[in-house]
Structure formats: C-alpha cells, structure tokens
C-alpha cells in the first residue's frame, strides 16, 4: 500500500508564498513520475508540475516561472513552491506519484487526499 500525505496548504494574500509538501511512504518499489495537480470548484483536475526521475520538469503555462517543483530523495518527499500567488491559483492541490510497487507490475497513478490553497486578501 503506498500512502501520500500532503501538507502546507492554507490561506495567502495576493502575491504571497506557499510551500506544499507531500511524503511518500508504503511499498513502492520505484517511482518514475512525482507531480502536482489541482481541482478548483467547478473544474476539471489539472496538471500543476511534473519531476521525472532524471530531472526533467514541466509546468503548466499559468504557473511558469512563479511555482517550482522538486525532491528529497533521502526525506521521499516531493514540494511544490508557489510565490506570486494569485486569486485563480485557489484550488485543492493533490500530490501524484507514477511507479511500481513490484518489479513486475506496471507503473500506477498515486493520489493523495489533497490539501486546499486559498488566495484571497
């Protein structure tokens, strides 16, 4: 079982700053894709930020050069900071991995609970 917990979100004026965490934990035997993705009321989920394994990444337009994603192999956490914030940043955000938890299976998609960011003064 492979368990994602997501933490700091919450409420940020216009123009602040956020850093979100998500621990990775249970029997995953490796990881090919860790991410961010988030739902605002209405909408469909959207992709936020990718890290492959090797170190590639990839943004969505609207977050470019405002939000970065990265890692900490040793921690198996993956963050995502988020400056400049603004009022349609405000959704909830889920963390996602894509790995295996054997050898033998293939990769999977991995949710966690999702944790809400407000932007609002």
């Known amino acids: 079982q492979v368990q994602l917990v997501e933490t700091g979100g919450g409420l940020v004026q216009p123009g602040g700053s956020l850093r979100l965490s998500c621990a990775v934990s249970?029997?995953?035997?490796?990881?090919?894709?860790r991410g961010w993705y988030r739902q605002a009321p209405g909408k469909q989920r959207e992709l936020v930020a990718t890290?492959?394994?090797?170190?590639?990444?990839n943004y969505a337009d609207s977050v470019k050069g405002r939000f970065t994603i990265s890692r900490d192999n040793a921690k198996n956490t993956v963050y995502l900071q988020m400056n400049s914030l603004k009022a349609e940043d405000t959704a909830v955000y889920y963390c996602?991995?894509?790995?295996?938890?054997?050898?033998?299976?293939?990769?999977?998609?991995?949710w966690g609970q999702g944790t809400q960011v407000l932007v609002s003064s």
């Open positions: 996602n991995v894509r790995g295996k938890t054997t050898p033998w299976r293939t990769n999977d998609n991995y």
């Open positions: 249970g029997s995953i035997f490796s990881i090919n894709t």
């Open positions: 890290l492959t394994t090797t170190g590639s990444t």
